[in-house]
């Protein structure tokens, strides 16, 4: 069981940065390939961001690839999304999740993904 508490969203003007946290809980945090997600108003969730276990490789969603950097701390068990550059179309609810470490990266389907957090709202003004 992996419990996940995401901060550090809020209000930023567009061309802002914002780093959000996802904190977790459990035995097996380390063994857990982490993702971030987001869901805008009336849109379907989509894929952010995702890294390995070890931290050793990372996934982007092209939406946001090259202005969002996803990083770990095994030893603090928290991920990071540093977001720079924010549009208004960034504005969203952003969530945490985790899978097993034998589960790809490279698959974004939420479904793939066992455990979640309840999400941090993101909103950038123009």
């Known amino acids: 069981q992996v419990q996940l508490v995401e901060s550090g969203g809020g209000l930023v003007q567009a061309g802002g940065s914002l780093r959000l946290s996802c904190a977790a809980s459990g035995s097996t945090f380390s063994e857990q390939n982490m993702g971030w997600f987001r869901q805008a108003p009336r849109k379907e969730r989509e894929f952010v961001a995702a890294i390995t276990w070890s931290g050793g490789n990372v996934y982007y969603a092209d939406s946001v690839k090259g202005r969002v950097s996803i990083s770990r701390d095994n030893v603090k068990d928290t991920v990071l999304l540093q977001m720079n550059s924010l549009k208004p179309e960034d504005t969203a609810v952003y969530y945490c999740?985790?899978?097993?470490?034998?589960?790809?990266?490279?698959?974004?389907?939420?479904?793939?993904?066992?455990?979640w957090g309840q999400g941090t709202q993101v909103t950038v003004s123009s």
């Open positions: 999740a985790a899978k097993p470490r034998t589960t790809s990266i490279y698959n974004t389907a939420g479904a793939s993904y066992d455990y």
